[in-house]
């Protein structure tokens, strides 16, 4: 499986940004999807997830109402839209790859991607 995640940039607090991972290697619309991300100095944070079709999601605390995940089973691919982006939100963002339909725990997540860094200025 090789995830290959992009979109990530630099932004000013408030704006938006449109994070895209492609999948391939194996049947993307069987096993659930999620982002994570990992901030200088801190430990890997969950963010998002979303299950096999698409029709269930799940959000941090932190990112509940600013961001939005979904997925194109069709493009092998799941997206992060996010709005009202803080200073807090610069972090370096993952996809990864359940082996689970849906899953909301990062030890259950089997393929990462390398990661997009995105920087919210103050």
């Known amino acids: 499986v090789q995830l290959q995640a992009s979109g990530g940039g630099l932004v000013q607090a408030g704006g938006s940004l449109r994070l895209s991972c492609a999948a391939s290697?194996?049947?993307?619309?069987?096993?659930?999807m999620g982002w994570f991300r990992q901030a200088p100095g801190k430990e890997r944070e969950f963010v998002a997830a979303i299950n096999h079709g698409g029709y269930t999601t799940y959000y941090a605390g932190s990112v509940k109402g600013r961001f939005t995940i979904s997925r194109d089973n069709a493009k092998n691919t799941v997206y992060l839209q996010m709005n009202s982006l803080k200073p807090e939100d610069t972090a370096v963002y993952y996809c990864?790859?359940?082996?689970?339909?849906?899953?909301?725990?990062?030890?259950?997540?089997?393929?990462w991607g390398q990661g997009t860094q995105v920087t919210v200025s103050s």
């Open positions: 990864a790859e359940s082996n689970l339909r849906w899953s909301t725990k990062t030890e259950e997540y089997d393929y």
């Open positions: 290697g194996r049947t993307f619309s069987a096993y659930g």
